[in-house]
């Protein structure tokens, strides 16, 4: 029973650990948080509905699709939304992707309507023993492209021109520029990769909660708060928070009752937070925001 | 026709004018120094080259190519690289991630690894600090680092802002040496902004001594070592 529940929330943890990074990654590089990053997410899960009922695609067809289109949105924002304020304060952007963030809830209730569907590929309900734990395989397999992406993910940010100078215009945009570093470049490429870590989350989610516009706002939230558990600059750190809250979380639900689940995280975050002003992982900030 | 060429540059940040009219000519190979106070206008020179900030008037020429509405990326494509002041080490990077953003322009794999080696051996300390973080180097290296990502650049012309800053006396003399060499076997151009006017007239061939963003003095590096108002107001006090 412990060992189920542990790894259920390591499951659902791993869906915030794909929010929660994103929430990092774009934090660094614009001094912002990304409020729409669940509805790029939310949008991922209903173009997948649209791909695969209506197109008749194959699901490893469709996937790759939405990623891809995504990855677009999240540019678009950048471009159009983003970036004609890019100097402004921290507040402006931040209440920007609150816009943002209506829209997209706005347009997904215009075009799809307002009642959850269904995603259409469930997977096979019969559950997978893993030392004595049950676990449902649609759970299973979102660890597995979770624990996948975060290597990508890794090698990516050591070992890549694009990651490291991802990396530098965190560290010093400024510097970064004057090295020759395209850093507006760099910042669309980021929010390329919000869109990126949003397909994934929606995706994956979709067959588990229902599909609706208000199907992410929990798990941003939470993937929020494991962002701020980590630190908001570190990766690592967002990833451990996000599986910490998703354990932590299902405990509680199964152990207190299912009305201290969503309290858990935020219980969790204003003790660490006590403690630890500048997160799990925090590093000095350097910048004032 | 020089290498480089300043004509009248004028710069401002927000309602603050920073250079009033700065004409400078810096020769291909040589070593140009420009002196003066803090708040001359040296680095405020340096970013306007560099394309970090933008000129409002006058205009700025590499090798024939008007610089004027260039980004900085563009510039350094065109072969000017800048070493800023206080070294702007990338300190969550590690050296050799430093150093390889440093080459961030190109795209010749083989020829920038030519380069990085050549760089480890020119300052042997990197070599040995390859995998340590950026922030956790001491002075000298930081600066040390800070020139080989400037190098990595393969420019023709380099762009230092006061190299010498905060520095141990020896290690501003390795430094020096180590920048002499890189000019003599690569016909590097430099251009060296420099508050300590000793070490920087010993090394360059000509000078500008910039006064509130003015060009008030020129002269060959030679005749400035015995201008009587350079040795007073630059050269009296050193640190
Ligand atoms: N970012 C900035 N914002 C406003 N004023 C600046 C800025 N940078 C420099 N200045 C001003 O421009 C003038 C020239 O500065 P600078 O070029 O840095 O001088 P130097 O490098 O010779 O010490 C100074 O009066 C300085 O206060
Ligand atoms: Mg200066």
């Known amino acids: ?289 | 026709m020089a290498l480089l060429e300043l004509n009248d540059v004028q710069a401002s940040y927000g309602a603050i004018k920073a250079l009033h009219g700065v004409s400078i000519s810096v020769e291909e190979g040589s070593i140009v120094a420009v002196l003066g106070a803090n708040g001359a206008g040296k680095s405020t020179t340096l970013k306007a080259i560099s394309g970090a900030v933008r000129p409002t008037a006058g205009s700025i020429v590499f090798d024939g190519k008007e610089l004027n509405g260039l980004t900085p990326n563009q510039i350094v494509k065109l072969g000017i690289a800048q070493v800023p002041e206080g070294r702007k080490i990338f300190k969550d990077l590690t050296v050799t991630e430093n150093l390889r953003m440093g080459a961030y322009s190109r795209n010749d794999g083989a020829a920038i690894e030519e380069d990085f080696d050549r760089v480890l051996e020119l300052f042997p300390r990197l070599g040995e600090r390859k995998t340590q973080l950026g922030g956790s180097l001491s002075g000298g290296e930081q600066q040390m680092l800070a020139i080989g990502r400037g190098l990595m650049a393969r420019p023709r012309l380099l762009l230092l802002d006061e190299p010498s800053l905060g520095l141990a006396p020896i290690i501003i003399a390795d430094i020096f040496k180590t920048l002499r060499l890189i000019n003599q076997e690569q016909s590097t151009t430099m251009l060296l902004v420099e508050q300590n006017a000793n070490i920087a007239l010993k090394h360059a061939s000509f000078g500008y001594v910039l006064q509130v963003g003015k060009v008030a003095i020129e002269d060959t590096a030679s005749n400035l070592r015995t201008n009587k108002e350079v040795i007073e107001a630059y050269m009296g006090a050193q640190r």
């Open chain 1, 1 to 289: 029973m412990l060992g189920q529940q542990i790894l259920s929330g390591l499951a659902t943890g791993s869906v915030y650990a794909l929010t929660a990074i994103a929430v990092v990654v774009v934090f660094r590089n614009t001094r912002t948080i990304n409020l729409a990053q669940g509805d790029f997410g939310m949008i991922a899960a209903f173009l997948g509905i649209l791909f695969i009922k209506e197109f008749d695609l194959n699901y490893y067809v469709m996937l790759p699709l939405v990623v891809l289109c995504s990855m677009a949105l999240g540019v678009l924002v950048e471009r159009i939304v983003m970036r004609p304020i890019a100097d402004s304060d921290w507040l402006t952007l931040f209440t920007a992707t609150l816009g943002v963030y209506y829209i997209l809830h706005g347009a997904a209730g215009w075009i799809w309507g307002r009642d959850t569907k269904a995603f259409p590929v469930t997977f096979d309900a019969e559950p997978v023993d893993i030392f004595g734990a049950l676990i449902s395989q649609g759970h299973l397999i979102n660890m597995g492209w979770a624990a996948a992406i975060g290597i990508v993910l890794f090698f990516f940010f050591k070992y890549t021109k694009q990651g490291i100078a991802m990396r530098a215009v965190t560290d010093d945009p400024e510097t970064a520029l004057l090295m020759g570093i395209p850093v507006r470049f760099i910042v669309l490429l980021t929010w390329g990769m919000a869109g990126f870590l949003a397909a994934f989350a929606g995706v994956l989610l979709a067959p588990i909660v229902y599909v609706s516009p208000e199907m992410m706002d929990e798990v941003l939230i939470k993937g929020y708060v494991a962002a701020v558990f980590g630190g908001l600059y570190s990766i690592p750190g967002a990833i451990i928070g996000a599986l910490m809250i998703g354990v932590a979380e299902n405990l509680a639900g199964g152990y207190l009752g299912s009305h201290f689940k969503t309290a858990t995280a935020f219980v969790m975050i204003v003790v660490l937070l006590t403690f630890r002003p500048q997160g799990l992982f925090g590093i000095q900030k350097r910048r004032e925001i």
